[in-house]
């Protein structure tokens, strides 16, 4: 069904004539300019999708790796791998095409589809930075991170997310088709004042607040880390992990600065002078880019681990051996398992031999390989 009554996603135009995208493309965008946007979301979608798969299916192939945090990065990948399939795929198809020539619903559908697993990959990564915060800190004293806790966040965040990108579908703001044409999302360019008050509030519960909490958890953190690499005689043993674990948080504070502060500055922008004129090519720089925090997720959170690793590529590497001596030795997946587990208890060992124990309380830090070690001096 088309939609060319709609005004919200025809005001989108860029010259005299009204154009509708769901049937021709702008007359002022080459071919070739969506031929690129085109080989760029094949590549990225590609990529993302690979990457969540793999993430997702050795998870749920290797025990060791189904800890309570591990559940928020499976479901980051889940979000990340459903804006792609989702996403990624129909972006890609209109943009050989030139426009959005799927019709209103698909555009709907894919507004919705995209903000709500966006949302939800964006508030994981706000749960991974505060649980890791309340395991290392230790602001509620003992407690222990559990399954159940894990859960009830992952809970909090698909439900959160649902309830702020619902409403668009409803009759509060709506969806529409971006400056180009060929992808859709919320309707940032209508001068309403219904729009403005989703947007504001859109704006603040799904950006500001995930980034306030991700940035005070991880300060926080690296406080912690360097008041205990302070208060221990031996620095090397601990500097050392303390740089990786900063390295590692700086890396993931950038690349989520890098994916969408662009896309929220443009939505800024956009809903407080609807009637700016902006190249539409330029326009839609900041919402491809976003999408390209699904291909990072997984190599920052995931493959930076040496337990994941580890496990990713013993998966891969011994498939085809598994495939063919399965019937033969059914023991020896369990038995490479726990030569793992025992490889990994030795370096957490060797890692806390470093570690003076002359003062009493617990303190938790950071191995070389990204693992939390804890321990209890005496």
Known sequence: MDAPENESLLSSSSGPAR???????????????????????LVVTSLSLAENLAVILVTSKFKQLRQPV?????????????????GG??????????????????CVLE??????????????LALLAFERYIVICRPLGNMRLRGKHAA??????????????????MGWSSYTTS?????????????????????????????????????VSYGKLMRKLRKVSDTQGRLGSTRKPERQVTRMVVVMIIAFLICWMPYAAFSILVTAYPSIELDPCLAAVPAFFSKTATVYNPIIYVFMNKQFRKCLI?????????????????????????????????????????????????????????????????
């Open 179 to 215: 400056k180009i044409g060929t992808t859709c999302e919320p309707n940032w360019y209508s001068g309403a004042y219904t729009d403005h008050t989703y947007i504001i509030a859109f704006f603040t519960t799904c950006f500001i607040v995930p980034l306030l909490v991700i940035l």
């Open 70 to 86: 591990n559940y928020v990065i499976v479901n980051l990948s889940v979000a990340d791998f459903l804006v792609s399939l989702t």
């Open 19 to 41: 154009w509708d995208p769901f049937r021709r493309p702008l007359d002022s965008i080459q071919p070739w300019h969506f031929s690129l946007l085109a080989a760029v979301m």
């Open 89 to 106: 795929t129909i972006s890609f198809l209109t943009n050989l095409k030139g426009y959005f020539y799927l019709g209103y619903w698909a």
């Open 314 to 378: 013993q998966m891969f590497s011994c498939s085809a051996i598994d495939t063919a001596e399965s019937s033969m030795n059914p023991t020896s997946e369990r038995a490479m398992i726990t030569q793992d587990k025992r490889g990994s208890e030795m370096s957490t060992m060797a890692v806390c031999s470093t570690i003076s124990k002359r003062k009493t309380g617990d303190e938790q830090f950071y191995a070389d390989d990204g693992s939390l070690v804890s321990w209890t001096k005496t």
């Open 152 to 169: 009830l966040g992952i809970a909090f965040v698909w439900t959160f997310s649902f309830i702020w990108t619902i409403p668009p579908t």
């Open 111 to 124: 507004g919705f589809a995209v903000t709500f697993f966006g949302i939800v990959a964006l508030w994981s």
